[in-house]
């Protein structure tokens, strides 16, 4: 195959490339095939007619376009992957020459991967993190866990805050009922800010058999435009006042809240490790962003094409709608339930593409600078893990992936493992007055 490629700018040139006249007759013959069981020539049964009388009454050039679509797309791969260049989105190819019995000469104009010039992605400082856990934060997490085993214990008293209220009550907005503004046998929580600003407020300090007109306005910015900013009063019953009793911090507590300890002194351990290893996650977690937008900020990239950004917007949008019906949830319902639609959806997954497209391409120069491979087991792990993940047979999540695609994932992770494991934790003090020193010598 004869191939040149020509670059015309940072991220675009042209390519040349032949399609030789075997494919070419190989083309023509599968798309002769395609047409045939249509065919009717005078003389000949439909479908009947040999490829010699087809040329001979309509002409080999008819079957130039369909035999040009059918070979085009594997001789262009084949170009690219002989060029060496790492194309993106869809190239614009116009026919060169196109003669009987000639190889074809195709050229088309290619958008291509900007270059990415690597600057210090090891030894990147990152804020210190803390993942230490204080006796206040098991305290916290029991009192947590008191709150929700509480019981609900009738009061005579008038309520407070804090208290559960079981009420009635009905809306008007200038002597009008409005949607939603009834219920009957509402249990409500004093102080839990579930209604509008002001209505539990006014509830405190009454008790059951009280009536109350509560009078409120509804924000300005209130989801009912109809509503906004207007105000609404609420004839309010009260029918019972609850207080809220918390259980007893003790052996039977801890048991009750979790059958793995039997005394409060376990259970507070519990908590602790839970609380270590939650602290250790998010920590590394925020390593990891740290230590990448650094790798990234320092390196070079040249201009990214539009196709990268549009094509990490087909995929994020793809992900995004495909875990949504993995849900049960189809794209117009997802649009339904969430007031937007497919416009408004990819504007904003639109925001941080390019961000997510250059951390991408610095983490693929990691993986060539690095020489990083997936080994047969971590391919293998991936098809499982996959596999457990979507609820799927192994065999058809491998045949969904190619080779490329697993060592792309595998090969990318591992840099983001050696970027991670390489940083250096450094007091957020220092690096404010590091970051100081920069701008300084900046200007």
Known sequence: ????????????????????QDEVNLGLNQAFRRIKKNLRVPG?????VSRVIFDQYYGEESL???ALNLVLPNAYSAAVKET?????GQPQIQPVSMDKGKDWTMKAIVSVEPEV?????????VPKQSTRVYAKDVDAELDKKREQNAELILKKDKAEKGDTVTIDYKGTVDGKEFDGGSAEDYQLELGSKTFIPGFEDQLIGHKAGDEVDVVVTFPEDYGAKDLAGKEAHFATKLHEVKAKQLPKLDDEFAKDVDDSVDTLDELKEKIKKDLKEQREAAAKDEIQAAAVEGAVNNAKIDEIPDAMIQEDVDTQMNQYLGNMQRQGIDPQTYYKLTNTNEQQLRAQISQDAEERVKTNLVLEAIVKAEKLEATEDEKNKEIKDLAAEYKMDEKTVRSTLTDDMLNHDITVRKAVDLVTD??????????????????KSDK
Do not use: C, P
């Open 64 to 66: 130039y376009e369909d």
């Open 84 to 88: 060496g260049i790492a194309a993106v």
């Open 117 to 125: 010039k690597l600057g210090e992605y090891k030894g990147i400082e």
């Open 422 to 439: 390489n940083a250096k934790q450094v007091a957020k003090a220092k690096l404010k007055d590091e970051n100081k020193d920069d701008e």
């Open 44 to 48: 000949f049964r439909k479908g009947h």
């Open 1 to 20: 195959m004869s191939v040149k490629w020509e670059k015309t700018g940072k991220t675009a040139g042209e390519l040349t490339f032949d399609i030789s």
